[in-house]
């Protein structure tokens, strides 16, 4: 597909017009997600740990949804395999030369807890300064996003909800960050489609429109 890198019909790619980002940004995506551990597993830099949590996401999703599977089972099952689990170890370290387990691996360290409350306190303040009013244009944008995904929360369960929103997120940046120049053309040809059929609307349905003459207050 022919990459424009300008917004006129012309169909000969112009070098001199700026080419318009989909983001409005020039930055990598890479920098967009952060530029961590997160963006790496979410691009698909490590493919190994990005498919292997796809794939427990997608068991997770077919337990529950397909296998129609129950929490409190699944909680049951899996509590009573890791303590048969344990127990055939413990038992076994006495008759053969086994290690018994150690039962600080299994601790969740302080400093876990301390980035988990600190990101919690982050999002509670990011909210905060969006409810406050102080810039319109976030609030207006929060309160419509978060009203399109009630209205799609309704015709899907909570978790094919939360597991489609993760193949999203697994999928959409590293596919604009392979395909972004087509990305953003699709995207610029199709913003030029919408100001052409409002042009259109506007000539021939707005301006045929009869309107009175408009009148002025006599000054006394």
């Not at 053309?185 to 506007?202: A, S």
């Amino acid at each position: 597909m022919p990459i424009y890198s300008s917004d006129s019909d012309d169909p000969h790619p112009s070098h001199s017009a700026p080419t318009r980002r989909f983001l409005a940004h020039n930055r990598p995506m890479h920098a967009i997600l952060g530029g961590g551990k997160v963006a790496d597993i979410l691009l698909w830099r490590d493919k190994a740990i990005t498919g292997s949590i796809l794939i427990g996401f997608t068991l997770i999703w077919s337990l529950f949804e397909v296998m129609e599977y129950n929490i409190v089972t699944l909680l049951c099952h899996i509590s009573m395999s890791i303590m048969l689990i344990l127990f055939i170890w413990s038992m076994g370290a006495g008759f053969v030369d086994w290690n018994p387990p150690d039962f600080r691996a299994f601790m969740i360290s302080d400093s876990t807890f301390r980035w988990l409350c600190g990101k919690f306190n982050s999002i509670l303040v990011k909210f905060y300064e969006i409810s406050s009013g102080k810039d319109f244009r976030n609030f207006f944008l929060a309160i419509t996003f978060l009203w399109i995904l009630s209205v799609i929360g309704s015709y899907f369960s909570s978790l094919n909800l939360l597991y489609l929103g993760f193949v999203c997120l697994a999928t959409l940046p590293a596919l604009y960050e392979r395909y972004q120049n087509e990305v953003d053309y699709l995207v610029r040809q199709g913003n030029q489609d919408m100001k052409k059929l409002y042009n259109k609307f506007d000539t021939e349905v707005l301006n045929k429109i009869p309107r009175g003459p408009v009148k002025q207050k006599k000054k006394l």
